[in-house]
């Protein structure tokens, strides 16, 4: 580490939980789990769960944690974290992924932005207060059309915009939840921590962390990170007529096993995981053949829910075999993954197929 970094960011570095964890960035906080430690539980422990952060993580005082409910509402409030946590509380089990994950598996010479491979993401138990009971103990008023959240961190230094989101005041009213459980326990800062937004089905930007105020507006936010970013830009394209990222796009990763292992011959386990948005996962289908033929794999877990769905096959490997596994899921709208992502500008939303090569042993 040079002294090149500053004291805040080397903080940061030496907090690091786990060694399933890769460094993408070291400051702000780009850490990306292990496909092997990803394989592991169905659920992903808090310790080895990717961190993607805009500007350094802030201090917190729970005791003094308020959050305000503004904007066109009838009663204007401000809850603190005891009432908050006071209110009835929902559990949810969901994937959370970082929009920019597989970024660096486009095929771009250069591409803006870190570097992600397939680990930026990650399957929870979140508990919190759905945010349909604190809008509506506010009054929403009419013609009201979007909720923004305004978050704790901010940049070391002036210059840089607020990380400010807005999601569809529908989407509010549904299934988002302020959450400040994870795992079965308290949510730390680093997951944003003690009060962040849980959206099922959408990408991580919109899951704001840190959450200190809530608006109620007309209108999307028309924040940098609104208008101008998170947006599927292609070359010639002015990014606020982009098309805006948001909900995830139907994925699947193989976990088990890892790319040019070498295993013995005989029959090999094939797993992993298939998630998607809001529709769901419907279907997962297993090629060991480098996508000449399909079979279709049955899916555990809850079909239309927002967790991941693990998946289970055998194939059969001969000694010096060279296998190419690909595995592709369809989610409930019909969406299947396609053989290469479309590419953008950001880097944002590459669900390609997944492809692990591996060689039976002599």
């Known amino acids: 580490m040079t002294s090149a970094v500053p004291p805040f960011a080397r903080a940061a570095l030496s907090a690091l939980p786990s060694p399933d964890l890769i460094v993408r960035n070291e400051f702000p906080e780009h850490w990306e789990t292990s496909i092997e430690a990803l394989g592991r539980s169905v659920i992903t422990p808090e310790d080895r769960f990717f961190v993607r952060t805009h500007f350094p993580v802030p201090q917190v005082d729970e005791r003094t944690w308020k959050v305000e409910v503004t904007g066109m509402v009838e009663h204007r409030l401000t809850l603190t974290l005891a009432e908050l946590r006071a209110l009835p509380v929902r559990k949810l089990a969901a994937v959370i992924e970082c929009a920019g994950n597989g970024r660096g598996l486009f095929a771009f010479p250069v591409t803006a932005g870190t570097q992600w491979e397939r680990g930026a993401v990650g399957n929870a138990e979140w508990a919190g207060v759905p945010l349909k009971t604190v809008l509506e103990r506010a009054g929403v008023k009419d013609g009201a059309g979007h909720v923004w959240f305004e978050a704790a961190d901010e940049a070391p230094l002036p210059g840089p915009p607020k990380f400010l989101r807005s999601i569809p005041l529908d989407k509010a009213l549904d299934d988002a939840l302020l959450v400040h459980t994870m795992n079965g326990v308290k949510l730390t800062r680093r997951h944003g921590g003690p009060l962040r937004l849980c959206v099922p089905g959408w990408f991580g930007m919109a899951w704001t962390k840190w959450v200190t105020k809530i608006r109620v507006e007309k209108d999307p936010s028309d924040n940098h990170f609104m208008a101008r970013s998170y947006r599927y830009n292609v070359a010639g394209t002015f990014p606020a007529a982009a098309p805006p990222v948001e909900t995830m796009r139907v994925k699947s990763l193989i976990t088990r096993p890892l790319g040019e292992s070498r295993v013995p011959a005989g029959r090999l386990i094939v797993q992993g995981f298939a998630w998607a948005g809001p529709s769901g996962v419907a279907r997962l289908e297993l090629s060991a053949d480098d996508g000449r033929t399909w079979t279709e794999v049955a899916l555990q877990g809850t079909p239309g829910g927002s967790a991941w769905r693990p998946w289970r096959h055998t194939v059969d490997v001969r000694r010096n075999q060279q296998i190419v596994l690909r595995?592709?899921?369809?989610?409930?709208?019909?969406?299947?993954?396609?053989?290469?992502?479309?590419?953008?500008?950001?880097?944002?939303?590459?669900?390609?197929?997944?492809?692990v090569v591996v060689h039976g042993a002599a």
Not at 335 to 354: C, H, L, R
């Open 327 to 355: 595995a592709r899921a369809t989610d409930g709208n019909g969406d299947t993954q396609p053989e290469q992502a479309t590419a953008n500008a950001g880097g944002y939303a590459n669900n390609s197929i997944d492809r």
